[in-house]
């Protein structure tokens, strides 16, 4: 299968913890993309890379979240200190940037839960 | 924040029944894409339609969009149980994000 995947599918922590997860996007992308999204409503945007430059974060993202892609491949998503607000869906999509296209392919999500 | 609202909110039909579902964005775009998502898993692109277009088909799927009025709808005809999912729609507000809509479940009886 060489859709994005995401790992882990599903994180419990206890809150303070870190947590950190995985995005492997589809090989050819150059543009790799995290949401979150929260039970009954659609995602929200938090930030996005074209290879591995950190084009725009979202608001949405405070200080606790950091994200990286330092190879303009695969990217990380770290939440320091996590709180109960936190807890949601975190999908991960990719797309290649092109005047013809703009569609984006999502992986499964990853599930946190923060007790 | 959401870029829009779909309506309804909720949908419920039987199998066979066409499905029609609405959006409304606040913002100029350059496309308005529809996703799918199964309970709990990740979305599916159904179709983008780009703001210079009005109508737009793929298979049992048709898409309008009204720039005008800053809205678009999906049709989907003789559905399936199989569609029973929620569906989203979302826009690139001018940049390269996606805004999405807060979303219309669908549930099809057999």
């Known amino acids: 299968d060489t859709g994005v995947s995401q790992d882990p599918r599903h994180k419990i922590t206890k809150r303070g913890q870190n947590v950190t997860f995985r995005c492997d996007p589809i090989?050819?992308?150059?543009?790799l993309y995290w949401y979150r999204q929260t039970l009954g409503q659609g995602p929200e945007f938090l930030t996005y890379?074209?290879?591995?430059?950190?084009?725009?974060k979202s608001r949405l993202l405070s200080d606790r979240f950091s994200a990286e892609r330092p190879k303009g491949s695969f990217s990380t998503l770290e939440i320091q200190r996590t709180e109960q607000g936190d807890s949601a869906m975190y999908l991960c999509?990719?797309?290649?940037?092109?005047?013809?296209?703009?569609?984006?392919?999502f992986g499964p999500g990853t599930r946190l839960t923060v007790t | 924040s959401q870029q829009g609202e779909e309506d309804p909110q909720a949908l419920s039909i039987q199998e066979g029944e066409n499905a029609t579902m609405n959006c409304s964005y606040k913002?100029?775009?350059?496309?308005l894409q529809w996703y799918r998502q199964n309970s709990g898993r990740g979305l599916v692109h159904l179709i983008l339609?780009?703001?210079?277009?009005r109508e737009k088909h793929s298979g049992r799927l048709r898409v309008t969009l009204d720039t005008s009025k800053k809205s678009s709808s999906l049709l989907i005809t003789a559905s399936r149980a199989a569609d029973t999912a929620s569906y989203f729609c979302?826009?690139?507000?001018?940049?390269?994000?996606?805004?999405f809509g807060t979303g219309t479940r669908l549930q099809v009886f057999p």
């Open positions: 999509a990719s797309s290649f940037s092109s005047a013809q296209s703009y569609e984006q392919y």
């Open positions: 090989s050819e992308h150059n543009r």
């Open positions: 890379f074209q290879n591995e430059a950190q084009l725009e």
């Open positions: 913002t100029s775009i350059n496309n």
């Open positions: 339609i780009r703001s210079n277009e």
């Open positions: 979302a826009t690139d507000a001018g940049t390269d994000k996606l805004i």
